[in-house]
């Protein structure tokens, strides 16, 4: 039992924990904090393996922006509890024990995939080589994603803007 | 260490529970977030493939499906606070026009 | 137990080194808010809190009486558990980022582990404390929209919108220097500004070979003021604006919380600033055996401040207050003994914190200058000169660094 096999198992229970309070929670805001919770837990996790680049960015992006984004909306919406309603009686005794099962299915077919049990190398990652690789290999879809950025900014502008 | 399939059966796990989510619940912008939450499975899925086969271009994926992710979200939840604005709702349950 | 921890050494040392810095940035933060109201009062020509112990001294003690022991009120239709997270993690975010900034170059041996003078050095240090400026909106905006109230949720919703706003510049600013290390450590940035141009100025990276970060330190130390939400940019926690924007209802211990996580967030907005602009822990004068002497300038301050508060001390007409001041005054004069002696450890150890603590104390000083003098910036003013000022004024940093470090002859 080495540090590094508890820390995954509190991490992942961190991860797991939140993923089920997000499904299970009733007011929006509660699943939002469930979330943060859950990307958080993630950044622990790739700072486990050594990713500490993709960490810091995943907390910076994800976590303090794209949530503050969803945090935000729900308070400016006001989004309440929510209600009751009688679509399906069925759908939670059929529709959740489906639902595990996919999961379970999904864990064990992964689990017994044969050429990925390795436990890949050791320390961190040299983030000068992945700016190399970003800046290099990957320059169009870099540059590509920056336009497509620029263009959600507007079409958030220009799609929430109140008519006047 | 800790074998790479923890860390894919971890992912598998949260992607299952996303699924669920993205179907049980009815407010629209909780089920943004389990999509949120589907993408960050895949995004650990990544991150473990990049480093069991010792390769950075996982991490480069990564990153663009974070900018990608962030950029849906902008768009995504501007949609949604049209759809709020109009219909006065946030359940899906009602958001049914093209029905019938 | 020796045993015990020394096996397990990496640990017991990390707890060692929380505890000492925990204690000490506790007491910092209170006797934060005395100098503050201290320079405050003098700005405004009058005297701040005196009465409470020699020259109000004693004033944050009986701040945090008053604390504890107030009704905790708790307005009727919150979301509990969010009213409650939110100055929990305003508070949590702020004294985690102090653990990786480090405080001079020294290494010491506990428990036969030797270690920094950080409570973890991270390869990724700048990134670590800018993913927590991130996080610290959720502390704001949290708590404007769970106290079920107008003004709070207006208040929440602006001071959020400026946090997120003034967030691009503040990392914006600080790529410029980035260039100039090459690394996100903390340690090898200040490593960097090391040495001296010229033969006797310090190269640190305000005025540094390739590029001067003026237009950087301009813009980071701006945007950090109004990151921090103080004045000029506080509109959003103002008195008479908003009521108190989004702590108007909270009670004694919570609000004492925002209050701590505001002052530790400027803390740690300060130690970044000296160690990415001004040096860190290096000395302003050149390392050379002619200036041997700048070694022993803690010992004489230390000596000085003792002999101060001695000769105040014995002037003073009351019995307690002559004991306190002179206590205080016999501790400044112990210390200054041990740090006279070039052979002891401690005299190389307090070199760097010494120097490093000092920047601190000026950036301080110089917010709560800021605080007394400018007015406030109305909310338009404040998004405008964010977006449209700080921004372009930043990227345009940025291309002139690069710029001047491609054409930097190889």
């Known amino acids: 039992m080495t540090a590094g096999l508890i820390l995954f198992f509190v991490l992942a229970a961190v991860a797991v924990g939140g993923a089920v309070a997000l499904i299970a929670a009733r007011h929006p805001i509660h699943s939002a904090l469930a979330l943060i919770v859950v990307m958080v837990a993630l950044a622990g996790l790739y700072l486990l393996q050594g990713a500490d680049f993709i960490a810091a960015v995943q907390i910076i992006v994800y976590g303090g922006a794209i949530m503050v984004l969803f945090v935000f909306v729900i308070m400016l919406l006001n989004a309440g509890v929510e209600e009751r309603t009688n679509f399906s009686r069925m759908a939670p005794y059929v529709g959740l024990p489906l639902g595990i099962f996919l999961l379970l299915e999904l864990a064990y077919w992964v689990w017994r995939a044969p050429a990925i049990s390795r436990t890949g190398p050791a320390g961190p990652v040299d983030t000068k080589a992945l700016a190399n690789m970003l800046f290099n290999q990957y320059v169009f879809p870099f540059e590509l994603t920056s336009l497509l950025i620029l263009i959600a900014i507007l079409g958030a502008i220009v799609l929430a803007k109140r008519e006047s | 260490m800790v074998p790479s399939s923890y860390y894919l059966v971890l992912g598998a796990v949260l992607f299952g529970l996303g699924v669920i989510g993205f179907v049980v619940k009815r407010n629209i912008i909780t089920i943004f977030m389990a999509i949120e939450l589907m993408l960050n499975a895949v995004n650990l899925a990544f991150v473990t493939a990049s480093r069991a086969s010792g390769q950075l271009d996982g991490l480069v994926y990564v990153f663009f499906v974070i900018v990608v992710a962030a950029a849906e979200a902008a768009v995504g939840l501007a949609i949604i606070i049209l759809v709020a604005r109009n219909r006065q709702t946030l359940n899906v349950e009602h958001l049914d026009l093209l029905k019938n | 137990m020796s045993d015990f921890l020394a096996r397990h050494a990496l640990l017991s040392v990390s707890i060692v080194k929380i505890v000492v810095l925990m204690f000490l940035m506790m007491t910092t933060l209170a006797y934060l808010s005395w100098f503050e109201r201290k320079v405050i009062a003098h700005i405004q020509a009058r005297w701040g809190p005196y009465r409470v112990g020699p020259h109000g001294l004693l004033q944050p003690l009986a701040d945090g ?280 450890r401690a005299f190389e150890l307090v070199q760097g914190p010494f120097w490093f603590l000092l920047k601190v104390f000026l950036f301080l000083f110089f917010y709560v200058w800021v605080r007394g003098t400018l007015p406030r910036f109305r909310y338009d003013q404040l998004m405008a000169f964010g977006w449209k000022l700080l921004l372009p004024a930043s990227i345009l940093n940025v291309i002139l660094t690069s710029l001047a470090i491609a054409m930097r002859p190889k």
């Open chain 3, 65 to 344: 009486i008053k604390f504890l022991f107030k009704e905790d009120v708790t307005p009727s239709g919150v979301d509990l558990f969010v009213y409650y997270l939110a100055p929990f993690l305003a508070m949590a975010l702020a004294l985690t980022s102090i653990a990786v900034i480090p405080f001079g170059p020294g290494k010491f041996t506990l428990f036969g582990y030797t270690t920094g003078l950080q409570v973890a050095e991270l390869d990724i240090g700048l990134l670590f404390l800018f993913a927590i400026t991130a996080l610290g909106v959720y502390g704001v905006a949290l708590a404007g929209w769970s106290s079920n109230s107008k003004y709070s949720l207006l208040g929440g919703l602006r001071s959020s919108a400026q946090m997120v706003s003034y967030e691009l510049s503040l990392t914006m600013s600080v790529v410029g220097v980035l260039l100039m290390a090459g690394s996100f450590n903390l340690k090898e940035i200040i490593e960097a500004q090391s040495g001296t141009a010229l033969h006797c100025l310090p190269r640190w990276n305000l005025l540094a070979a390739p590029m001067p970060q003026v237009i950087g330190f301009f813009c980071y130390f701006t945007s950090a003021i109004a990151e921090t939400n103080r004045l000029p940019f506080d509109l959003p926690e103002a008195e008479g604006e908003l009521v108190a924007g989004y702590h108007t209802e909270y009670a004694s211990f919570k609000f004492a919380m925002f209050f701590m996580g505001e002052y530790a967030n400027m803390v740690t907005v300060s130690c970044l600033a000296t160690i990415l602009f001004f040096g860190g822990w290096l000395s302003p004068f050149p390392q050379t055996p002619l200036f041997g002497w700048t070694h022993f300038l803690p010992a004489v301050f230390f000596g000085l401040g003792g002999l101060w508060l001695l000769q105040d001390g014995l002037r003073k007409n009351t019995g307690y207050k002559r004991i306190v001041l002179t206590i205080l005054a016999l501790v400044l004069f112990a210390l200054a003994f041990v740090f006279f002696r070039p052979e002891s």
